[in-house]
Structures are given as C-alpha cells and as structure tokens.
C-alpha cells in the first residue's frame, strides 16, 4: 500500500485548506487512516483519525473544531479539512495508515508529506 497527500500550500492566516490521501497498490478500506504533521524543530505529532468504515474519529486538541477528517473509500481517499488556520499548523502534514481498521496508532504506512505554510 502507498499512500500520496495532496493539497498543501501556502494560506494565510484565518484560512483554510483540504488535504487529501490517496492509496495505490491497496485499498485503503482496510485501514484506519491518521493525519499526523510535523512543524520545524518539534516532533511528530498525530492530528487526526478516522476508522476504516469512518464511522469513528478523533482529533487532537489544538485542531478540534477546525478540522474535519472524512473518507470515500470508493475514491481511496481520506481528506482533511482545515479551517481558520494559524501560524500554530504550519508543518509538514503526512498520512498514514494504521495496521487495524480502528485507530490504534500503530503505523503500517506513511505517505511522503505534504507541506503546509501558514503566514501573512
């Protein structure tokens, strides 16, 4: 399975932007999906979580109420929607997915990445 994040760029701030993951090689029904993102100098860190059937998500506390995890698995693809972003998002934002079809954060798949720059 290979996953492919696109959408990122460049907004300012208050903006928004929609990234999407798309598998090949498999299906990505199989799997929990997870947005993680990592800003310069600080860790990796998880975003956000969708189960295979999305029916089931959750998300980390600086992103709650401004970002949105959906999937359609019959286009392969996992989306995030990120509104009224800050300085505070900007990073490198990668897709993986998980080895379960809940989200159990252990990773079977990472995507390249994809970058996100959030300045005025």
């Known amino acids: 399975l290979q996953l492919v994040e696109a959408g990122g760029g460049w907004v300012q701030p208050g903006g928004s932007l929609k990234l999407s993951c798309t598998g090949s090689g498999g299906t990505l029904d199989h799997y929990a999906i997870a947005w993680f993102r990592q800003a310069p100098g600080k860790e990796r860190e998880r975003v956000s979580c969708i189960s295979s059937w999305g029916d089931s998500t959750n998300y980390a506390d600086p992103v709650k109420g401004r970002f949105t995890i959906s999937r359609d698995n019959a286009k392969n693809t996992v989306y995030l929607q990120m509104n009224h972003l800050t300085s505070e998002d900007l990073g490198v934002y990668y897709c993986?997915?998980?080895?379960?079809?809940?989200?159990?954060?252990?990773?079977?798949?990472w995507g390249p990445g994809a970058q996100v720059t959030v300045s005025s």
């Open positions: 993986a997915a998980d080895i379960n079809y809940y989200c159990s954060g252990r990773i079977h798949s």
